[in-house]
């Protein structure tokens, strides 16, 4: 199984951007896939999950309303649309294939190897 991120780098604050993120190996469209960030001295946490139909999607207190998860079952891609970012925002940020629904990072079974994404104020 691979996961693989795109589209990280760096932009100022109130700026935009758009991670992808290409699936191979796996039943794509049989998982729950997952965003999470890792910023330097904290835990990892969930920014968004999608349900394998696209219907049930979640989103973390702090990205919601800026930051919108999609997914193409057709293409093994799931995304994630970055809008009004803050230097909070500044992290790693992973890709996450599970079969559960969950929110812990401990319920997913696979992993990309993430791409950093830099918010400059």
């Known amino acids: 199984v691979q996961l693989v991120e795109s589209g990280g780098g760096l932009v100022q604050a109130g700026g935009s951007l758009r991670l992808s993120c290409a699936a191979s190996?796996?039943?794509?469209?049989?998982?729950?896939m997952g965003w999470f960030r890792q910023a330097p001295g904290k835990e990892r946490e969930i920014v968004a999950n999608?349900?394998?139909?696209?219907?049930?999607?979640y989103y973390g207190g702090s990205v919601k309303g800026r930051f919108t998860i999609s997914r193409d079952n057709a293409k093994n891609t799931v995304s994630l649309q970055m809008n009004s970012l803050k230097p909070d925002d500044t992290a790693v940020y992973y890709c996450?294939?599970?079969?559960?629904?969950?929110?812990?990072?401990?319920?997913?079974?696979?992993w990309g190897q993430g791409t950093q994404v830099t918010v400059s104020s």
């Open positions: 996450a294939a599970g079969t559960s629904i969950g929110l812990s990072q401990y319920e997913y079974d696979y």
């Open positions: 190996g796996l039943t794509f469209s049989s998982y729950t």
């Open positions: 999608i349900r394998w139909t696209g219907s049930s999607i």
